[in-house]
């Protein structure tokens, strides 16, 4: 098989399994964005994503999730509050956000695309109820110091997740002695005489977490 005629039925493929997935995600409370479905469990943002593995033909369903909390104060850390306004997906597939780690995982060969879009959204219901029992019985950056992260792409998630809550001085820690391994987010903020000066997430992580340590501080003093 030729290499165009090989890229088109990929293409064939991908487009028949999501016109699959809209009416298989229909009426259970999931919204969808390109091949991901994603919706708000209370506190939680849950997100599914399909890849498919094309030189094999097969399908890797992946669920990821974390706090609601988590990316507004990304937001602020950084000055970009008006992401809130975004819809659900951008916390998913928007600049500027948290990662979610992936905390389910399966992968099937490929069979007829309806077929397999019914059976990733089976796949996502099913262990986003496994999934939210573990992770209201623990704390969030628990969860991801579990984690095996080697490039460091969740690095920015575990800052913030302990700032969401209040540990501020193991915030300090990481970001002391790790940070420098992690993808870092860089932004664009005026400096005292209205100069733009690049900015790192990490950096200014620690200068929040420092301010907000200090009222801590005197109520324990």
């Not at 609601?68 to 990304?74: A, E, N």
Request: with cysteine.
């Amino acid at each position: 098989m030729g290499i165009r005629e090989d890229d088109r039925q990929r293409k064939a493929y991908g487009k028949a399994w999501e016109a699959g997935l809209r009416p298989a995600i229909k009426g259970r409370g999931w919204r969808k964005y390109w091949s991901s479905i994603s919706r708000q469990d209370g506190p939680w943002f849950i997100c599914a994503e399909c890849v498919l593995l094309w030189p094999t033909r097969r399908l890797q369903f992946l669920l990821q999730a974390k706090p609601m909390t988590l990316d507004p104060l990304l937001w602020k850390i950084i000055g970009a509050k008006d992401n809130e306004t975004e819809p659900l997906s951008f916390r998913k597939w928007g600049a500027f956000i948290c990662e979610a780690p992936t905390l389910a995982e399966s992968i099937v060969d490929c069979g007829a695309p309806e077929q397999m879009a019914s059976d990733f959204v089976q796949f996502a219901m099913s262990e986003r109820s496994s999934i939210l029992r573990e992770l209201s019985s623990r704390p969030f950056s628990d969860v991801l110091a579990e984690k095996a992260d080697p490039f460091g792409m969740l690095s920015t998630t575990k800052v913030v997740s302990l700032l969401d809550e209040r540990k501020y001085e193991d915030a300090i820690s990481f970001l002391n002695g790790k940070y420098e391994k992690g993808v870092s987010i860089n932004v664009v903020r005026p400096d005292a005489e209205g100069h733009a000066r690049s900015a790192s997430f990490f950096d200014l992580a620690r200068d929040y977490a420092l301010s907000a340590k200090e009222p801590m501080t005197a109520e324990t003093a």
